[in-house]
Nanobody, 127 residues
Framework: QVQLVESGGGSVQAGGSLRLSCAAS????????MGWFRQAPGKEREGVAA????????YYADSVKGRFTISQDNAKNTVYLQMNSLKPEDTAMYYC????????????????????WGQGTQVTVSS
């Protein structure tokens, strides 16, 4: 059974940093697309970043480019999201997602492109 477990969320002041982790288990994909999404209250879930674990190609939403970095540790089956220069508008529940296909699609930020989801970790940024 595929399981994605996020950790690393918390409360920080604007300008601060957090690193989220997503530990994956229960599947044997050596190369697939892993994504980070977020959902603020009253808003739709949106794609933040994605990484193709087979080659390291990365993708970012315009709103986080230059501030967030997605990375991987295949030995640990873990994907990270380093978030710097956090803003109050980054406040949301952050979710990890896995796509079982061996590539990232152009529509990597679409919720329906992913098969598996974690339970989420809350990030709160105060001004």
């Amino acid at each position: 059974q595929v399981q994605l477990v996020e950790s690393g969320g918390g409360s920080v002041q604007a300008g601060g940093s957090l690193r989220l982790s997503c530990a994956a288990s229960g599947y044997t994909y050596s190369s697939n697309c892993m994504g980070w999404f977020r959902q603020a209250p009253g808003k739709e879930r949106e794609g933040v970043a994605a990484i193709y674990t087979g080659g390291g190609s990365t993708y970012y939403a315009d709103s986080v480019k230059g501030r967030f970095t997605i990375s991987q540790d295949n030995a640990k089956n873990t994907v990270y999201l380093q978030m710097n220069s956090l803003k109050p508008e980054d406040t949301a529940m952050y979710y990890c997602a896995a796509d079982s296909r061996p590539f990232c699609v152009l529509s990597w930020s679409a919720v329906n492109e992913y098969n598996y989801w974690g339970q989420g970790t809350q990030v709160t940024v105060s001004s």
